[in-house]
């Protein structure tokens, strides 16, 4: 094993770090396609009051694909300045080729990210059979100065990662956790019985939030919950409070915002509902394409009905006091 990783970036992850919600939030971008610091720094200081856990910078609703060497470091920079440091920052990476995944998680980890979340390469999808995988995240994970997290995301790669393969790369020790976006749960569970205790399950796919939670998952990574955080917070603190009715009603209030924001109207629709949430949303980048004037006031009608009601508002306080201790 490659001696530059650090002997002790196991207890820098813990799978405490990686409970409740997280957001991977996008790259906000002006008219002209440039990055809006400032838009992301406003929206980043006021995620951090909604009782989140953390961060994901550059994930697939990060636009990742669409940034160059130098704007993927300033998101990063951007902001690991404004996330506090109890809470956890992760990086989205992952090239098509090793090398080059090796040094793009260096990169994140020179720009502050407490871990790096990595995405299966795909262009050579036949070729990516287990062993292959296991021999690609083995040779990153050797060589990342921060922990990795898989991402497997096969709505967009074409390629999931098996039980089996995620349970034999949770033995090595710079290895934390998943990110599994299929929303196919099946798998999903086969997942949490084989890997080991300590190693964080975390589902992508707001339309599976609960019933993840219910399996086991250690919590969430959720483009939705960029523009409903307390929302998906609020699921989570319901849950493991045994508040379960609570926490299935609103799950059913998230799931058809979710499914506006990401399935029907993707990424530019995630940021039509930051828009309408006060948030910056911004544009994003071609070729990917805004919604039509039309998905507004749809979207709208949406996020309304996900508020939360007053009475939901004094249990999700009721819960928080409960369980602070597991959210802090």
Same mark, same amino acid.
């Given at each position: 094993?490659?001696?530059?990783?650090?002997?002790?970036?196991?207890?820098?992850?813990?799978?405490?770090k990686?409970?409740?919600?997280?957001? #991977?939030?996008p790259?906000?971008?002006?008219?002209?396609? $440039?990055?809006?610091?400032?838009?992301l720094?406003?929206?980043?200081?006021?995620?951090?009051?909604?009782? +989140?856990g953390?961060?994901?910078?550059?994930?697939?609703?990060?636009?990742?694909?669409?940034?160059?060497?130098r704007?993927?470091?300033?998101?990063?920079e951007?902001? @690991?300045?404004?996330?506090?440091?109890?809470?956890?920052?992760?990086? %989205?990476?992952?090239?098509?080729g090793?090398?080059? /995944?090796?040094? $793009?998680?260096?990169?994140?980890a @020179?720009?502050g990210a407490?871990?790096?979340?990595?995405?299966t !390469?795909?262009?050579?999808?036949?070729?990516?059979?287990?062993?292959a995988?296991?021999?690609?995240?083995?040779?990153?994970?050797?060589? *990342? !100065?921060? #922990?990795l997290?898989?991402y497997? +995301? #096969?709505?967009?790669t %074409?390629?999931?990662?098996? #039980?089996?393969?995620?349970?034999?790369? =949770?033995?090595?020790?710079n290895?934390?956790?998943?990110?599994?976006?299929?929303?196919?749960?099946? %798998?999903?569970?086969?997942?949490?019985?084989?890997?080991?205790?300590?190693?964080?399950?975390?589902?992508?796919?707001?339309?599976?939030?609960?019933?993840?939670?219910?399996s086991g998952?250690?919590?969430?990574?959720?483009?939705?919950a960029?523009?409903?955080?307390?929302?998906?917070?609020?699921?989570?603190?319901?849950?493991?409070?045994?508040?379960?009715?609570?926490?299935?009603r609103?799950?059913?209030?998230?799931?058809?915002?979710?499914r506006?924001?990401?399935?029907?109207? =993707?990424? %530019?629709?995630?940021?039509?509902?930051?828009?309408? *949430?006060g948030?910056?949303? =911004?544009?994003?980048?071609? !070729?990917?394409?805004?919604?039509d004037?039309?998905?507004?006031?749809?979207?709208?009608?949406?996020?309304?009905? *996900?508020?939360? /009601?007053?009475?939901?508002?004094?249990?999700?306080? /009721?819960s928080?006091?409960?369980? *602070?201790?597991?959210?802090?």
């Amino acid at each position: 094993m490659s001696q530059n990783k650090p002997t002790n970036e196991r207890s820098s992850l813990s799978a405490r770090k990686l409970r409740g919600v997280l957001l #991977p939030f996008p790259t906000p971008f002006d008219a002209a396609g $440039e990055i809006d610091a400032a838009a992301l720094r406003a929206n980043i200081e006021r995620w951090n009051e909604t009782g +989140i856990g953390g961060y994901v910078a550059l994930g697939s609703t990060g636009e990742r694909v669409h940034l160059d060497e130098r704007e993927y470091a300033l998101i990063i920079e951007t902001a @690991r300045a404004c996330v506090p440091r109890e809470m956890t920052f992760i990086a %989205g990476a992952g090239q098509q080729g090793t090398d080059a /995944t090796i040094k $793009e998680v260096r990169l994140a980890a @020179r720009a502050g990210a407490d871990a790096v979340l990595v995405i299966t !390469p795909h262009f050579y999808r036949g070729a990516m059979n287990h062993a292959a995988l296991y021999k690609h995240y083995t040779a990153v994970a050797d060589a *990342s !100065p921060v #922990p990795l997290i898989l991402y497997s +995301i #096969p709505q967009n790669t %074409g390629i999931a990662l098996a #039980p089996e393969t995620v349970a034999r790369l =949770g033995e090595h020790e710079n290895i934390n956790g998943i990110k599994d976006s299929s929303g196919e749960m099946v %798998g999903f569970n086969e997942t949490l019985r084989l890997v080991r205790d300590d190693f964080a399950v975390l589902t992508g796919h707001a339309a599976v939030f609960y019933a993840a939670l219910a399996s086991g998952a250690h919590g969430a990574i959720l483009a939705a919950a960029c523009a409903a955080p307390r929302l998906a917070v609020a699921i989570a603190r319901a849950f493991d409070a045994g508040e379960h009715a609570l926490a299935l009603r609103l799950q059913r209030k998230l799931a058809p915002l979710a499914r506006a924001v990401t399935t029907l109207h =993707g990424i %530019g629709g995630l940021k039509v509902a930051l828009d309408l *949430s006060g948030y910056a949303g =911004g544009h994003v980048r071609a !070729p990917l394409e805004m919604p039509d004037d039309a998905a507004r006031p749809e979207i709208q009608r949406l996020l309304d009905a *996900s508020a939360l /009601t007053p009475d939901e508002e004094k249990l999700l306080q /009721t819960s928080t006091e409960e369980t *602070s201790e597991r959210f802090e």
